[in-house]
């Protein structure tokens, strides 16, 4: 059926003609009827250049409700626990929201974290977040909602660009932008470069003589060009690479991740319209992990894995036809491999054995997607059908000494994953409207989760190569009211359930020696990776925004209650997940006179959340006050100020089984100039 639809709608794209003239833009295929019935959100690239940090890990926290795996961000995070999720789907570090640049997956290959320092705020031209999973256009992922960026375009671009910024700790941080025209088309290109001394993680009464500043050094570019090729069809070109190091405020834990990717679009754009998408990324890891003795004064290496190469392709195909019944169907697929390399088990400073873990999936799906558009309703269902397959798993651990070698081979495994969506919007006149929706959606494990161990100080976390896709089923409910031409009002209640949730679970406590992570000591707990029965989570999601004249502001607030259920591991059944708070709340209040100056405020808060799956270490709540304030010199120069935490607030990222709290997102003053 998705076949003939596809057939049929590329035969009208061949017999559609326009002499209109067309404008090469650079984007994927038009927006569709059915957003009206998302919980949608929209970042601007203005939204992007009032972020004080400059992140965009840290951006997307002014969307309630949406949250990394730790309060930290790049700069001093472990780049393992960058992730995105949303709605209090959380408990494991890797992503359960899908972000999509250009139309191509982002997560990492191999373990599914994000590598945010790759995606420079200048380069980016708008950003979507869906809160609400089962989208059947994208897929496998797609569990918690996801976000799309998209590069920006001509229409938002100079022809030269950037900004030098000074900031505390001897931070540096300059991005560069560049547009040129081709004939029939366009060029840009795009780098970013930032450094810095970092700050101590550990909070000052529970530091040692061991504690240092994290610094760290990230770079960034991006090269595009996008022609028009024949009437109304755009080629789309892409290449982009990242280098990413950083210390985590301890010796032998220095980490290192790097990156390429390339892709190639083709769209066709009318009333019928066309897209053919393929793609390649590259990605390499190192990283050391550390025990620390409990007076902080010693470090030792207790794991090196000085190689974590991994691949990530894909492909997709898909046709759209507007008109009171939109219609797109497509089919994609996704194949990811790599492997750690490690050395572990170190005796007197020197590793005695090695560690090799890896294995290959791949995803296969297809997918279509209808909307009826009325004068008062809008009807939007969606359905895929998804072919996983997870193959050539192994465990290869040998002594250095080169005798002894343990071969641990993994059945291959492969199975169907049936998603969808239904949803509907009503305008029920006077600028209200009111939406609902019910979805599936699911995620297949990462070989990270499958093969992986890891340690976080004293404490170890064994990989699961039986763990299970995870599923998640839920249901919304919303409205939009515009309470005046100057106030919009957006509030949506949400139920969903995640089950099979891959969780870290807390199996015993040093010191012993346990199966896949060797020994731990009495100031750590041993972890395993396992599907929990479900993961369920209820809220509420409300945005209020205002803008009178110059002056803007926008109040938001998030309510996640979300609870582990659980039957075979009754100590966390009722339990919330780990790093999942209860509430999020965000204000902001901008001013801008004529693009000549401008000011803004932003306040967020995050309530208390729990370090561990046994809700036993506490992280407290924080209320933190960033700002930006800008003046423009000429046409061409602005003076740029920021200042992030300004009240030095304490935001406590990470707690040790032995109380040792780790800290994120100090006060940090910047100022710079933008040229364009």
Same mark, same amino acid.
């Given at each position: 059926?998705?076949?003939?639809?596809?057939?049929?709608?590329?035969?009208?794209?061949?017999?559609?003609?326009?002499?209109?003239?067309?404008?090469?833009?650079?984007?994927?295929?038009?927006?569709?009827?059915?957003?009206?019935?998302?919980?949608?959100?929209?970042?601007?690239?203005?939204?992007?250049?009032?972020?004080?940090?400059?992140?965009?890990?840290? /951006?997307?926290?002014?969307?309630?409700?949406?949250?990394?795996?730790?309060?930290?961000?790049?700069?001093?995070?472990?780049?393992?626990?960058?992730?995105?999720?949303?709605?209090?789907?959380?408990?494991?570090?890797?992503?359960? #929201?899908?972000?999509?640049?250009?139309?191509?997956?982002?997560?990492?290959?191999?373990?599914?974290?994000?590598?945010?320092?790759?995606?420079?705020?200048?380069?980016?031209?708008?950003?979507?977040?869906?809160?609400?999973?089962?989208? $059947?256009?994208?897929?496998?992922?797609?569990?918690? *909602?996801?976000?799309?960026?998209?590069?920006?375009?001509?229409?938002?671009?100079?022809?030269?660009?950037?900004?030098?910024?000074?900031?505390?700790?001897?931070?540096?941080? #300059?991005?560069?932008?560049?547009?040129?025209?081709?004939?029939?088309?366009?060029?840009? &290109? +795009?780098?970013?470069?930032?450094?810095?001394?970092?700050?101590?993680?550990?909070?000052?009464?529970?530091?040692?003589?061991?504690?240092?500043?994290?610094?760290?050094?990230?770079?960034?570019?991006?090269?595009?060009?996008?022609?028009?090729?024949?009437?109304?069809?755009?080629?789309?070109? @892409?290449?982009?690479?990242?280098?990413?190091?950083? =210390?985590?405020?301890?010796?032998?834990? =220095?980490?290192?991740? %790097?990156?390429?990717? #390339?892709?190639?679009?083709?769209?066709?754009?009318?009333?019928?319209?066309?897209?053919?998408?393929?793609?390649?990324?590259? %990605?390499?890891?190192?990283?050391?992990?550390?025990?620390?003795? $409990?007076?902080?004064?010693?470090?030792?290496?207790?794991?090196?894995?000085?190689?974590?190469? !991994?691949?990530?392709?894909?492909?997709?195909?898909?046709?759209?036809?507007?008109?009171?019944?939109?219609?797109?169907?497509?089919?994609?697929?996704?194949?990811?491999?790599?492997?750690?390399?490690?050395?572990?088990?170190?005796?007197?400073?020197?590793?005695?054995?090695?560690?090799?873990?890896? &294995?290959?999936?791949?995803?296969?799906?297809?997918?279509?997607?209808?909307?009826?558009?009325?004068?008062?309703?809008?009807?939007?269902?969606?359905?895929?059908?998804?072919?996983?397959?997870?193959?050539?798993? %192994?465990?290869?651990?040998?002594?250095? +000494?080169?005798?002894?070698?343990?071969?641990?081979?993994?059945?291959?495994?492969?199975?169907?994953?049936?998603?969808?969506?239904?949803?509907?919007?009503?305008?029920?006149?006077?600028?209200?409207?009111?939406?609902? +929706?019910?979805?599936?959606?699911?995620?297949?494990?990462?070989?990270?989760?499958?093969?992986?161990?890891?340690?976080?100080?004293?404490?170890?976390?064994?990989?699961?190569?039986?763990?299970?896709?995870?599923?998640?089923?839920?249901?919304?409910?919303?409205?939009? !009211?515009?309470?005046?031409?100057?106030?919009?009002?957006?509030?949506?209640?949400?139920?969903?359930?995640?089950?099979?949730?891959?969780?870290?679970?807390?199996?015993?406590?040093?010191?012993?020696?346990?199966? &896949?992570?060797?020994?731990?000591?009495?100031? *750590?707990?041993?972890?395993?990776?396992? @599907?929990?029965?479900?993961?369920?989570?209820?809220?509420?999601?409300?945005?209020?925004? $205002?803008?009178?004249?110059? /002056?803007?502001?926008?109040?938001?607030?998030?309510?996640?209650?979300?609870?582990?259920?659980?039957?075979?591991?009754? =100590?966390?059944?009722?339990?919330?997940? #780990?790093?999942?708070?209860?509430?999020?709340?965000?204000?902001?209040?901008?001013?801008?006179?004529?693009?000549?100056?401008?000011?803004?405020?932003?306040?967020?808060?995050?309530?208390?959340?729990?370090?561990?799956?046994?809700?036993?270490?506490?992280?407290?709540?924080?209320?933190?006050?960033?700002?930006?304030?800008?003046?423009?010199?000429? %046409?061409?120069?602005?003076?740029?100020?920021?200042?992030?935490?300004?009240?030095?607030?304490?935001?406590?990222? !990470?707690?040790?089984?032995?109380?040792?709290?780790?800290?994120? @997102?100090?006060?940090?003053?910047?100022?710079?100039?933008?040229?364009?």
């Amino acid at each position: 059926m998705i076949g003939l639809a596809m057939l049929l709608i590329a035969a009208e794209v061949s017999a559609t003609t326009d002499p209109a003239e067309i404008i090469v833009t650079g984007r994927g295929l038009d927006r569709s009827a059915s957003d009206e019935t998302f919980d949608l959100v929209t970042l601007t690239r203005d939204d992007a250049r009032r972020e004080a940090s400059g992140r965009l890990e840290n /951006l997307l926290k002014a969307v309630p409700g949406v949250q990394g795996f730790r309060r930290s961000d790049s700069r001093s995070s472990h780049p393992t626990s960058q992730s995105i999720t949303m709605r209090g789907l959380g408990g494991n570090a890797s992503s359960r #929201a899908l972000l999509i640049l250009d139309g191509v997956p982002q997560a990492d290959p191999f373990g599914g974290w994000v590598s945010f320092p790759a995606y420079s705020l200048y380069r980016i031209g708008s950003i979507r977040v869906a809160r609400g999973g089962g989208s $059947a256009i994208w897929g496998a992922g797609a569990l918690a *909602g996801t976000v799309e960026l998209e590069s920006a375009t001509p229409d938002q671009l100079a022809p030269v660009e950037g900004s030098l910024m000074a900031g505390s700790r001897r931070s540096v941080e #300059a991005n560069a932008s560049m547009l040129g025209s081709i004939s029939r088309g366009f060029v840009t &290109g +795009s780098a970013s470069f930032s450094r810095g001394d970092g700050f101590v993680p550990i909070v000052r009464e529970d530091r040692g003589p061991i504690d240092r500043r994290a610094s760290y050094r990230q770079a960034s570019a991006v090269l595009r060009g996008v022609v028009e090729v024949a009437s109304r069809t755009e080629l789309q070109l @892409n290449l982009s690479g990242f280098d990413d190091r950083r =210390d985590r405020g301890v010796a032998k834990t =220095d980490n290192r991740s %790097r990156g390429a990717d #390339a892709s190639v679009r083709l769209v066709g754009r009318g009333r019928a319209g066309w897209s053919l998408l393929g793609y390649v990324q590259q %990605r390499r890891f190192a990283s050391q992990f550390a025990a620390i003795d $409990a007076a902080r004064t010693t470090s030792t290496l207790t794991l090196d894995q000085y190689r974590v190469p !991994a691949t990530g392709w894909g492909a997709r195909g898909e046709v759209s036809r507007a008109g009171p019944v939109e219609l797109r169907a497509g089919l994609d697929l996704r194949g990811t491999e790599g492997e750690t390399d490690e050395h572990y088990q170190f005796v007197a400073g020197s590793p005695t054995r090695n560690r090799i873990a890896g &294995g290959r999936s791949m995803t296969v799906g297809a997918f279509a997607d209808a909307t009826v558009s009325r004068p008062a309703w809008t009807f939007n269902a969606s359905a895929r059908l998804d072919r996983w397959a997870i193959r050539d798993g %192994r465990v290869e651990e040998a002594l250095l +000494s080169g005798t002894g070698l343990t071969e641990t081979w993994f059945a291959d495994r492969s199975g169907w994953q049936p998603t969808g969506r239904v949803a509907a919007a009503w305008r029920a006149g006077d600028g209200l409207t009111f939406r609902a +929706s019910a979805y599936r959606g699911w995620r297949l494990p990462t070989l990270n989760e499958l093969y992986r161990p890891f340690r976080i100080g004293a404490d170890a976390t064994a990989a699961n190569a039986a763990l299970d896709p995870e599923t998640a089923a839920g249901a919304e409910v919303g409205l939009a !009211a515009r309470l005046t031409p100057a106030i919009r009002l957006d509030l949506t209640a949400f139920s969903v359930r995640l089950e099979d949730a891959i969780a870290n679970v807390t199996i015993a406590h040093g010191p012993g020696v346990f199966s &896949g992570v060797g020994f731990v000591s009495a100031a *750590g707990s041993y972890r395993r990776r396992e @599907n929990l029965d479900a993961i369920r989570s209820r809220g509420v999601e409300a945005a209020l925004s $205002a803008t009178f004249g110059a /002056l803007s502001a926008r109040l938001s607030y998030a309510l996640a209650d979300a609870r582990v259920r659980d039957r075979t591991f009754a =100590d966390v059944d009722g339990l919330r997940p #780990a790093q999942v708070p209860r509430h999020q709340l965000a204000a902001s209040v901008d001013w801008t006179r004529a693009d000549a100056i401008g000011a803004g405020v932003t306040a967020r808060f995050v309530s208390g959340q729990f370090e561990d799956d046994a809700n036993r270490r506490h992280l407290s709540g924080a209320l933190t006050i960033d700002a930006f304030a800008m003046r423009r010199i000429d %046409r061409h120069l602005a003076l740029t100020f920021r200042g992030e935490n300004l009240f030095g607030t304490r935001v406590e990222a !990470a707690l040790s089984e032995r109380g040792e709290t780790e800290r994120a @997102n100090p006060r940090t003053l910047w100022i710079g100039v933008a040229f364009r």
